[in-house]
């Protein structure tokens, strides 16, 4: 019951949000007139945001719960892809990104925590390597739509937003 939910949330955190920044690079540099070192810059923001999340994922886990980090995960995804979908320069699209990685520091370990409380001793290794495997189901999610729509890389990201939004809206049922 809670693997599913998990798995898409896995997959929008780090596939859509995170690592598909990095297919469309090269159109929304065009876009948007990037140097090479902006198209850098704006590429690892995610990770740096990512790893400051993990930081401090255990201090909002324990303060709010496992549940509401992982609410706070979705929303920056859904927030995160819209800011890129809608980005006219580079720090607008630096911003973006910086909170689209966030949800991928937040909602493993909120996941993890989930699990643990949710599965049985006997289930949990398995729950956890299904929603772990979200991160290639959604890469593998977003080829295609790379391949068909590279050209349209915003719509792509207001496609990725309205994933988000229905997995975020999944969780909170």
Do not use: C
């Amino acid at each position: 019951k809670m693997v599913s939910p998990a798995l898409a949330m896995i997959a929008v955190t780090y596939a859509l949000a995170r690592l598909s920044f990095g297919l469309f690079l090269p159109n929304i540099s065009i876009s948007l007139s990037l140097s090479e070192s902006e198209g850098g810059i704006t590429g690892s923001i995610a990770y740096v945001s990512y790893s400051l999340a993990l930081l401090i994922s255990s201090f909002l886990i324990e303060r709010a719960g496992h549940y509401k980090v992982n609410l706070i995960a979705g929303i920056t995804a859904v927030l995160g892809l819209t800011g890129i979908a809608t980005a006219q320069f580079f720090i607008h699209l630096v911003i973006s990104m910086l909170v689209a990685g966030l949800g991928s520091g937040l909602a493993s370990p909120a996941l993890s925590q989930m699990a643990q409380h949710t599965l049985s001793s006997k289930e949990l290794d398995r729950g956890n390597t299904w929603i772990n495997s979200g991160t290639s189901v959604g890469v593998i999610l977003t080829g295609p739509v790379v391949l068909l729509f590279t050209d349209h890389w915003r719509l792509s990201y207001f496609f990725f937003a309205f994933i988000a939004v229905i997995v975020w809206y999944g969780t909170i049922m």
